[in-house]
């Protein structure tokens, strides 16, 4: 069974710096794509990033880009989105998702991050 | 880049068929059939229901049904059952190498 487990939401100042991790299970992590996914309440989904097989190749929303990294441990199953500079409008829940080559395919249950003085 | 165009809520009837429009531009929807089509119960994790415009996963109902024309995607539901409110969203390739999302369809079951 496909599992995807997020950690390491929670409350932040702005400006601050918080890691998410994704742990994966019960397919081939090191040969899937994978990709961080927030969707702040009441809105739809906003795709965050995504990040090829070995690491080498990653993409990012422009509203992210600078700010946020996403990387990857195939030795340990994990996915990471490391987020500095946090703004209120980073403020969602945070997805990490699976690629299935050409569409997103498998979800995680998401990690709530706050951004908060 | 833009979120998708969806309506902000469709409903219907058990037994019914309802249709949830996606409309995007000639840099996402246009372009690719990687457009995908997302079920999102509340507290739970959206499930692909629809993928490369018109596939089902295995084990997704044959009522889903999607289609593109243009620059406009299109799911439909035939035959309404409770089960199936819910939030619905669209998804698609962009010629940026991004993923772009449509702002969610509530789905109501009447």
């Known amino acids: 069974e496909v599992q995807l487990v997020e950690s390491g939401g929670g409350l932040v100042q702005p400006g601050g710096s918080l890691r998410l991790s994704c742990v994966a299970s019960?397919?081939?992590?090191?040969?899937?794509?994978m990709h961080w996914v927030r969707q702040a309440p009441g809105k739809g989904p906003v795709w965050v990033a995504r990040?090829?097989?070995?690491?080498?190749?990653?993409n990012y929303a422009d509203s992210v880009k600078g700010r946020f990294t996403i990387s990857r441990d195939n030795a340990k199953n994990t996915l990471y989105l490391q987020m500095n500079s946090l703004r209120a409008d980073d403020a969602a829940l945070y997805y990490c998702?699976?690629?299935?080559?050409?569409?997103?395919?498998?979800w995680g249950q998401g990690t709530l991050v706050t951004v908060s003085s | 880049q833009s979120a998708l165009t969806q309506p902000a809520s469709v409903s219907g009837s058990p037994g019914q068929s309802i249709t949830i429009s996606c409309t995007g531009t000639?840099?996402?929807?246009?372009?690719?059939?990687?457009v995908s089509w997302y079920q999102h119960h509340p507290d739970k994790a959206p499930k692909l229901m629809i993928y490369?415009?018109?596939n089902r996963p295995s084990g997704v109902s044959n009522r889903f049904s999607g289609s593109k024309s243009g620059n406009t995607a299109s799911l439909t539901i035939s035959g309404l059952q409770a089960e199936d409110e819910a939030d619905y969203y669209c998804?698609?390739?962009?010629?940026?190498?991004?993923?772009?999302f449509g702002g969610g369809t509530k789905l109501t079951v009447l």
């Open positions: 990040i090829n097989t070995d690491g080498s190749t990653t």
């Open positions: 998804s698609s390739y962009t010629t940026s190498s991004t993923w772009v």
């Open positions: 019960g397919f081939t992590f090191s040969n899937s794509w």
């Open positions: 000639s840099t996402d929807v246009g372009t690719y059939k990687y």
């Open positions: 490369e415009v018109s």
């Open positions: 998702a699976r690629s299935g080559g050409s569409a997103i395919d498998f």
